[in-house]
């Protein structure tokens, strides 16, 4: 049973626009979040994390929103550029889960 | 970027055959990770180590073993290679590991294909 889902696999946006990936989560006891970018060949890079006491993180372009109510996580991307192309995993831990849990990814295209 | 690199980065074999890769970090990280990315998966952890001689099995960790005997280095090892075990291998490490904090820093990556 998927505990962090992502229901997006792709995602197209216009250069300088907005981008918004999605994650949502079902285990209550998480209270770690974390966002990786992943270039084809290459490693994912972690991006930018938010802890469970906090709704917002920001981090220059990149701002992370949190809705525990929810079990909601985004990642909002102002403005996109051609370069933030490239997979987003989000990920959890927490409670029991000491070790993350990862998402499958949302592929993000910026189209220029 | 975190000093983690892994050997081979690419490797072909065959079915049967043992395998190990290799994952060594600079950082002196206490826990080291072994994941697997497959399309339509994400990242699934096969095993994790918190410490020298001290591992512990992750969510797939069925037909793979693993040592550490120093702290730069995780091995992972298939002891008789399976189809079913083509994929992208990933090492990660944290420096905590413990929930809350664990912000983990991948390596480059190995794509192993077995035939």
């Known amino acids: 049973d998927q505990q962090v889902k992502q229901n997006s696999p792709s995602l197209s946006v216009q250069e300088g626009r907005i981008s918004i990936l999605n994650c949502d989560y079902t285990?209550?006891?998480?209270?770690?979040f974390l966002w990786y970018k992943k270039y084809p060949a290459e490693g994912p890079t972690f991006l930018i994390s938010?802890?469970?006491?906090?709704d917002k993180n920001e981090d220059g372009r990149f701002t992370v929103f949190l809705n525990k109510s929810a079990k909601h996580l985004s990642l909002h991307i102002v403005p996109s550029q051609p370069g933030d192309s490239a997979v987003y995993f989000c990920?959890?831990?927490?409670?029991?889960?000491?070790?993350?849990?990862f998402g499958k990814g949302t592929k993000l295209s910026v189209k220029p | 970027d975190a000093g983690i690199t892994q050997s081979p980065r690419h490797k072909v074999t065959e079915t049967g055959t043992p395998v190990t890769l290799r994952c060594h970090q600079t950082?002196?990280?206490?826990?080291m990770y072994w994941y697997r990315q497959d399309p339509g998966h994400g990242l699934r952890l096969i095993h994790y180590?918190?410490?020298?001689?001290?591992?512990d099995k992750g969510e797939v960790s069925d037909g793979y073993s693993v040592s550490r005997s120093k702290t730069e280095d995780f091995l992972l090892t298939l002891e008789s290679a399976t189809s079913s075990q083509t994929s992208v291998y990933f090492c990660?490490?944290?420096?905590?590991?413990?929930?809350?904090?664990?912000?983990?820093?991948f390596g480059p990556g190995t794509r192993l294909t077995v035939l």
């Open positions: 990920a959890a831990s927490g409670g029991s889960q000491g070790n993350l849990i």
């Open positions: 990660a490490i944290s420096a905590t590991g413990g929930p809350g904090t664990d912000t983990q820093y």
């Open positions: 938010i802890s469970s006491i906090k």
């Open positions: 285990n209550s006891m998480f209270d770690y």
């Open positions: 180590s918190y410490g020298v001689k001290d591992t």
């Open positions: 950082e002196n990280h206490r826990y």
